[in-house]
C-alpha cells in the first residue's frame, strides 16, 4: 500500500507533533503488505490517533490501544474518536499497563500489531514488549516495528565527535518520554525472527531532510571506518522499519546483545524488581 503524507494528515489531530511526524508515519504504513477488511489491530505504546485511520481507511474493524500506566489512567475504558476531515465516531479499547513488566489481558489474538516508536522509550526489558506483541498475533499475522536507528550515518558523526548521539532531554518523572537505547536494523530483525517471525521488509528512511551526494560520501568514509564491525553498516535513514509475518510460537528471546551475561541480574529479576513498589 501507498501512503502519502497528506493522507496522513487528513486523519490524525492535528497537533504540531503529529505535523512534524505525518511523513514518518505515510512511510510506516506504506511499509505494511495488505492487510484484509475486518481486521483486528493492536498498538502498543499509542494513545489512539491512529484509530481512526486504522478503522475508516484500513477498514479494520476492532482496534486495542496499550498505553504506559500514569497515576489516575483507569485499566481499561472505551473511547470514541473522530478523525479531523470529520469521520467518525470510531469507538476503540484502551488499556493502560506498562508493557516491560506486565502481562497484556487475554484479549484475543490480532490479523496486525503496531510499535511504532515505543522501543526506544524501555529500558527494563525491552525484547518482552516486542515478545508480548508477537505473542498476542494470530499464526500468518503481520507485526510492524519503527524506533530510532542506531546506525544513521549522523548518529556515528555525533558520537565521533563526542555528543549523546541518543539525543537525550531526561524527564525522570515521565520516563517514558527518555529515549534509552536505540536499535540497528540487524538488531530489529533479529529478535523477530528469534521470536517466530519471518522478516517481509527491513528499511531505513529520513524523515525532514533530502539525502545528498555530500551524505553518500560521508556514509562510505563512515563504513570503511566501522569494517570488521559486526552490527553492520552505517544506515542511511534516521528511522527504522521492519514488518514481519508471524509463523509460530516460541518462547520468550532475551538477546545476548541487549542482556549481557555480565550484566547484573537477569531480565526476569529486573521485571520484577521494576513491580516493586517504591
Known sequence: MRVDKDEILRWFPR?????????????????LPDIP?????????????EVSYLMGVMKCSRVVCVRGRESGLPFREEVAVKAPNGAGPYTFEIFSLNLETETL???????????????????????????????????????????????????????????????LRLKLDVPHWTHWRLYSPAEA?????????RTLSLTTFME???????????????????????????????????????????????????????????PNERRAAAEQPD
Open 15 to 31: 497537533t504540531r507533533y503529529w505535523e512534524s511526524h505525518a511523513d514518518r508515519i505515510a512511510r510506516s504504513f506504506s511499509s
Open 189 to 197: 530483525k533479529d529478535m523477530f525472527e528469534s521470536m517466530g517471525c
Open 208 to 266: 525532514t531532510e533530502p539525502y545528498s551526494w555530500k551524505a553518500w560520501i560521508v556514509q562510505r568514509v563512515l563504513n570503511y571506518m566501522r569494517r570488521g564491525t559486526n552490527n553492520g553498516e552505517s544506515s542511511l535513514g534516521l528511522t527504522l522499519c521492519i514488518a514481519a509475518r508471524k509463523e509460530k510460537d516460541t518462547p520468550l528471546y532475551h538477546p545476548q546483545w541487549l542482556f549481557p551475561k555480565h550484566a547484573e541480574g537477569d
Open 37 to 49: 477488511n475486518g481486521a483486528n489491530c493492536l498498538l502498543l505504546g499509542s494513545w489512539g490517533d
Open 105 to 167: 489481558p487475554e484479549i484475543g489474538k490480532f490479523d496486525l500489531v503496531l510499535m511504532w516508536e515505543v522501543l526506544e522509550h524501555l529500558s527494563v526489558d525491552p525484547a518482552f514488549m516486542v515478545w508480548q506483541g508477537i505473542h498476542a498475533l494470530k499464526v500468518g499475522g503481520v507485526a510492524s516495528l519503527t524506533t530510532p536507528n542506531a546506525l544513521w550515518y549522523r548518529h556515528t558523526i555525533y558520537g565521533m565527535e563526542g555528543h549523546n548521539s541518543l539525543g
